[in-house]
């Protein structure tokens, strides 16, 4: 995947934007480090959701 591409397209259907999913995982990085513990719930374009905690 090429820097430019900003969406992730899966040959199964799955879509992802890869700015979105970037902040996410700094944010999920972050939080600990000042003793956020958080839920985070995620949708794909499948309508799957998953959830999952961070502490």
Request: hydrophobic residues 35%; charged residues 25%.
């Amino acid at each position: 995947m090429k820097l430019y591409e900003r969406t992730y397209r899966c040959s199964c259907g799955y879509v992802a934007d890869c700015d979105y999913n970037s902040a996410i995982n700094i944010k999920n990085e972050g939080d600990p480090l000042i003793g956020i513990s958080i839920e985070v719930k995620t949708l794909g374009t499948r309508g799957l959701a998953r959830s999952f905690f961070v502490s």
